[in-house]
Every structure is written in C-alpha cells, then in structure tokens.
C-alpha cells in the first residue's frame, strides 16, 4: 500500500485515456461521463499529492510521473476541443509547448540536482486550465449563452485568457530560472 500515491498518478493516465474516447463518442452522456471522468483525474492529482507528502513518502516516481500526468491530462482535454470546435489550435500549441519547455527545463535542472517544485504561477495555470477544461465541457453538454459553447466568442476569449496565462506563467519560471537554465557545464 506504500504505492498508492503512485497508484493514483498511474490512473490519471488510464482515466486520460477513458475521458479522450468518451469526448469522441457521439452517444448520450458520453461528454457527461467525459466530465466525470476529468473531475475525478483531477482529485486524484491532489489526493495523491497530498497522501505522499503527508503519509506515504515522496518517491522518484511521483516526483516525475505526477507532474507528467497533469499535463498529459490537461493537454489531451485542451486538444480534444480542438477537435469539438471549442478552442483554436494555436491556443492549445501555446499551452502545450509551455508544459513541454518546462518539463523539459525541469529534467534538465533535475540532472543538475535541482527539483523545482510548482511556483505559484503555475499553481494558478494548473488551476485556470481545469477550470476552462470545466467550463467547455459544460458549454458542450448544456446549451446556455453563459457557457463556452462550441464557436462562441466566450470559447474564444476564455481559450484565448488560458493560453496567455499558460504562456506567463512559463515566462515566469524561465525568468526564475534563467541563471541555472545558463549555467556553463563542467
């Protein structure tokens, strides 16, 4: 049992996976269940957090896979839009791009014995993307003018607002980091 932090993160993955074929089928509940699922996936990237740090142990593993279970997560919903007409494709290549640089950034700092926690910019990305990821599933499931519905100017705007946060909050980090990023080797 000392593993189910890492249990949880493993199941981001699968529940990724479910939530990707539930956002394609074209049957009732299949967006509903799409919903559930993502909420679900992303409890679980904070209980599993949480039940390391506090219970169970930080391992190498979870240093790792956590933060790449959130951002597969994330980027898979984001794309799927794309494919649902909720949001343009050049705003999800921003935030997927920023997620990539970063992890990258971070492997590269971790090779130095560096680990960079989450800042509090990309705590408030992480938190603004799920909560846009919400906000479209519910335009597609219900119709309203208060939702994010599918070639809405609110789509647009709260595409175009996650991508530019996406965007600050990587500015941020590399800002933060710009000296280790530099640092001559050997």
């Not at 932090?5 to 939530?19: C, G, Q, Y």
């Not at 090779?111 to 705590?123: D, L």
């Not at 799920?130 to 479209?136: D, E, P, Q, R, T």
């Amino acid at each position: 049992m000392k593993s189910l932090p890492n249990h949880l993160t493993i199941s981001r993955f699968w529940m990724t996976a479910v939530m990707m074929v539930c956002m394609t089928l074209d049957f009732p509940y299949a967006r509903i269940a799409a919903l559930i699922i993502f909420i679900i996936a992303s409890v679980t990237d904070a209980l599993d957090g949480y039940l390391a740090r506090n219970f169970f142990g930080v391992t190498s593993f979870g240093k790792l896979m956590d933060p790449l279970a959130d951002k597969v997560l994330v980027c898979a919903a984001f794309v799927g839009f794309v494919e649902l007409g909720s949001i343009a494709a050049w705003m999800v290549v921003v935030i997927i791009a920023r997620e990539f640089m970063v992890t990258g950034m971070r492997l590269l700092m971790i090779e130095k014995g560096i680990v960079m926690p989450a800042g509090p910019w990309g705590k408030i990305k992480t938190t603004v993307q799920m909560l846009a990821i919400c906000l479209y599933f519910f335009g597609l499931i219900w119709e309203s003018p208060y939702l994010p519905m599918p070639g809405t100017a609110f789509a647009w705007w709260l595409g175009l607002g996650a991508a530019l946060l996406t965007a600050w909050s990587g500015i941020v980090y590399f800002w933060k980091e710009r000296h280790t990023i530099w640092e001559k080797e050997g």
